[in-house]
């Protein structure tokens, strides 16, 4: 009797000490995005629905700009140490490359996450980031200075030597005929060129071109696809002034002072149009259309685009919360969150979403965005998300900037980036 | 006639004991070894070993230095930032004497004048380069509005996008900024000279011209000298100011080699800091061999001169 008294205390001694209330369990997140408030709820949104359904868990978020991030995670990183979690995009292979994040293959709910996201960041046998934001690159119109420049800009685009004489005449008008500024990013100037090469060229060619492999810079449909960039840019499409416009400027001058006709954007375009006018939104009578854009002739894909992941989570190789970070992510990866991001941030996502559930104010928006990539083959990621080292730098100087500028012409753009390989 | 060499050593000993000395000298030797002298050992070994997370550091050689040579990019970095290191301490000084000179000669208004040309060096780089952004815009800047308002709007030009004018217009800005500084050291340089040797140049009817080039310079040349150097050590780590407004663009006009090794460090996908850590190796080099060439030049010219 006393043996199995004292077995039986010490058995629920050992049950009450195994069976603790519930163990404080703290994921870090560090994220980009600190400026982009419907971005920040979103995720802290998530990150409270998470902390309620998991007693005893807390996620504590660090907001940064996008530079800050990087070299903050980089000095941590390279310590063994930084967040369970972060914000990373798909061109960091050096994430992968060196081991410092976690294969999420066999950790996520993949059947609500499309497959090209998927694929953008499987790396060798693993898929390593959960793909949050998507963008598509968009010619965003200004219907009302379009009419009154006597042009239609459809949304299948306008093809060859037609799209040359549409600018001609808007800047005939005195109508800046698209707005751009590459003062402070390193990719806008360069969506007319790139749109025009992915459509002449098709994805394969035009992501062998990029990536240094057998189609060359010297290639005569690139040239010719330079060529037609080029009687654009001459024929006045950019504002002279280009170079000193930063992206968000550029979002304002397009639809507000002085106004250009169209404007090649990511479809984040949103973000910042979408905003009380008084904080540098469009109009509220403003009129959008979104088209194709220009396409070159004998293009071997007319309607191929650029869709970029943007904004996505990795989860820390060092993390000792590695399942509760997965879990994490897990949570939001479903199409209800999916609808969630869409209609927050009017801005694609890597989750499985159905913009046709979204009603109210917004959804004209994205069935219009919807139209626009209708039947689109994509590309995935802008240049500079697919290049590395030297040839993204001369990328950046050239295509980006000194081309849309009128500083150099098509055959310096082939030199040097022949060059850059 | 006694002497008493030993207690004077123990005198000295007293008065200097080591380990008071040591006392102080201890913590500020700990911060110049931790956040000076080890970055810059760490810089070293970095330049010469592949270093990446979740593998052992290895040696490579000079591996880095070797792509140097062949690096156009670094080369670009190498001219612009000598470039502006030699044109803008001389642009900087020059303008700063004539201001100096005019406050010295108590022109009209030379207190608010004296404020107003000091005021630029008071804001940050950061806040100067959107300054400048704003005044070099090419459709509503004010510089481009001057020249059209003048009938000069053939010469208006996005000043920051164009590689002839881009490099040119940014040294325009540190001058702005840093005459003002100068100006007042030499101000204090011209208001310390000994009043017999301006007088005794009056009395030999001395031009004032001829004062100013064979009294006043010479008397006030050690002052300049080292306006020059400080001006030229300056110049040569320029980065912020670039960063706010070109970031090295267009076509690496503006590019200095502080942003191309922060790019290099923190913008090229990664983690190997080697090859930045090697420009920076190199760099630290030329700007010691020309802060010395500098040194050695101008104790020449003194030894020449008294």
């Not at chain 1, 994220?31 to 359904?53: I, L, M, N, P, Y």
């Not at chain 1, 500024?181 to 360069?190: E, H, I, K, S, T």
């Not at chain 2, 100096?100 to 630029?120: G, M, Q």
């Amino acid at each position: 009797m006393t043996l199995s008294r004292t077995v039986g205390a010490l058995a629920l001694a050992a049950g009450v000490c195994a069976a603790p209330a519930v163990q404080a369990q703290e994921l870090t997140l560090w994220s980009h995005w600190a400026d982009q408030t419907a971005k920040v709820e979103f995720v802290e949104s998530a990150a409270r629905a998470f902390e309620q359904a998991n007693p005893g868990v807390t996620i504590k978020i660090n907001w940064y700009q996008k530079e800050p991030l990087y070299a903050a995670l980089k000095t941590a990183l390279t310590a063994g140490q930084g967040p369970d979690i972060f914000y990373a995009e798909p061109n960091q292979t050096e994430y992968m490359e060196n081991g410092l994040v976690l294969d999420l293959k066999s950790k996520l709910d993949w059947n609500n996450i499309e497959p090209w996201a998927i694929k953008v960041w499987g790396y060798e046998d693993g898929v390593y980031g959960f793909p949050l934001e998507a963008w598509t690159v968009e010619t965003y119109v200004n219907l009302a200075l379009a009419e009154k420049a006597g042009v239609e800009i459809p949304v299948e685009g306008v093809e060859g030597a037609a799209f040359v004489d549409a600018v001609k005449k808007i800047a005939a008008a005195g109508i800046t005929p698209m707005a751009q500024g590459v003062a402070d990013r390193p990719y806008p100037g360069a969506f007319l060129t790139h749109e025009i090469l992915v459509k002449k060229l098709g994805v394969d060619d035009y992501a062998s071109l990029l990536k240094g492999g057998d189609v060359k810079w010297t290639d005569p449909r690139v040239r010719e696809a330079l060529d037609y960039a080029k009687q654009i840019i001459d024929a006045g499409a950019f504002p002279p002034s280009i170079s000193s416009i930063k992206l968000g400027e550029a979002h304002r001058y397009f639809h507000t002072s002085p106004g250009a006709v169209m404007l090649q954007m990511g479809s984040f375009y949103p973000s910042r149009a979408f905003a009380s006018p008084d904080e540098g939104g469009q109009p509220k009578d403003f009129r959008l259309s979104i088209s194709n854009g220009p396409v070159p002739e004998g293009a071997a894909c007319p309607k191929c685009k650029t869709i970029a992941v943007g904004g996505s989570f990795v989860v820390n190789a060092a993390s000792e919360h590695a399942d509760l970070a997965a879990a994490f992510l897990n949570s939001m990866a479903t199409p209800e969150m999916g609808n969630k991001w869409l209609e927050a941030n009017l801005v694609q996502t890597g989750i499985k979403a159905d913009p046709s559930q979204i009603t109210g104010d917004k959804a004209a928006y994205l069935q219009m965005l919807q139209a626009a990539n209708e039947g689109a083959s994509y590309t995935f990621g802008i240049p500079v998300q697919q290049m590395q080292g030297n040839p993204r730098e001369v990328f950046t100087q050239t295509v980006n900037q000194a081309f849309p500028s009128g500083i150099i012409g098509v055959d310096e753009v082939i030199d040097m980036m022949n060059g850059a390989y | 006639m006694a002497s008493h060499p030993a207690n004077t050593g123990q005198d000295r000993d007293h008065a200097n004991p080591p380990g008071v000395i040591a006392a102080f000298l201890f913590p500020a030797l700990l911060v110049y070894a931790a956040l000076t002298a080890l970055p810059v050992l760490r810089t070293f070994y970095n330049s010469t070993h592949l270093v990446v997370p979740n593998r052992p550091s290895e040696w490579i050689g000079f591996t880095h230095y070797a792509k140097l040579w062949t690096d156009a990019i670094f080369w670009k970095a190498i001219w612009n930032t000598l470039t502006w290191a030699a044109v803008a301490p001389v642009l900087e000084v020059a303008v700063a004497t004539l201001l100096a000179l005019c406050l010295y000669a108590k022109v009209p208004f030379s207190r608010f004048l004296r404020v107003a040309w000091f005021t630029p060096v008071l804001m940050s780089y950061v806040v100067v380069g959107i300054l400048w952004m704003w005044i070099y815009n090419y459709e509503w800047g004010a510089l481009n509005t001057m020249l059209r308002a003048v009938g000069l709007g053939s010469l208006a030009q996005p000043w920051l996008g164009h590689p002839d004018t881009a490099l040119a217009s940014l040294i325009a800005v540190t001058t702005w900024m840093w005459t003002g500084f100068n100006m007042v050291v030499i101000l204090a340089a011209m208001s310390s000279l000994p009043s017999e040797v301006l007088e005794a140049a009056e009395l030999d009817n001395c031009g004032w011209l001829a004062k100013l080039w064979y009294v006043i310079l010479p008397l006030i040349r050690p002052t300049l000298l080292n306006l020059i150097v400080l001006s030229f050590i300056g110049k040569m780590k320029i980065f912020d100011l670039v960063w706010v407004t070109t970031q090295g663009n267009p076509l690496w006009a503006t590019e200095t080699v502080s942003t191309y090794v922060y790019k290099r460090a923190f913008q090229w996908s990664t983690f190997d800091l080697g090859y930045p850590s090697a420009i920076a190796v190199i760099w630290f080099f030329i700007v010691l061999a020309g802060v010395l060439g500098l040194t050695a030049l101008f104790r020449q010219q003194d030894k020449l001169e008294y």
